[in-house]
């Protein structure tokens, strides 16, 4: 089975920037693949996703604007730039993905159907 791997979590004071990557995708250029986060005691959210096939990147609300999703299929990566980071922005952030041939809006409004999942990378942003 494919594995998803996660890397780039880090601590920073607020108003700093991390960039997080996901890999461990297959070839196949259908995939959604989402960023999740869940804090301690909070339920998880998904923050970003984008479709491998092409299309605009999703967001929630509290992060548009701040967070940038981009795929480079050549490396079968996604990443996740986050600018301006708040200390709400403190989670285990996890990278996600499941194989569709719908993209785009799919992707985001989607939950129940990722079913690749990684180990996760964890963000602490302090005041």
């Known amino acids: 089975h494919a594995q998803l791997v996660e890397s780039g979590g880090d601590s920073v004071q607020a108003g700093g920037s991390l960039r997080l990557s996901c890999a461990g995708y297959?070839?196949?250029?259908?995939?959604?693949i989402g960023w999740f986060r869940q804090a301690p005691g909070k339920r998880r959210e998904k923050v970003a996703t984008?479709?491998?096939?092409?299309?605009?990147?999703y967001y929630i609300d509290s992060v548009e604007g701040r967070f940038t999703i981009a795929r480079d299929n050549t490396k079968r990566k996604v990443s996740l730039q986050m600018n301006s980071l708040k200390p709400d922005d403190t989670a285990m952030y996890y990278c996600?993905?499941?194989?569709?041939?719908?993209?785009?809006?799919?992707?985001?409004?989607?939950?129940?159907?990722?079913?690749?999942w990684g180990q996760g990378t964890q963000v602490t942003v302090s005041e």
């Open positions: 996600a993905a499941f194989i569709t041939t719908i993209g785009g809006s799919w992707c985001f409004s989607r939950t129940a159907d990722y079913n690749l």
């Open positions: 297959g070839s196949r250029s259908d995939y959604c």
């Open positions: 984008i479709y491998t096939g092409g299309g605009a990147p």
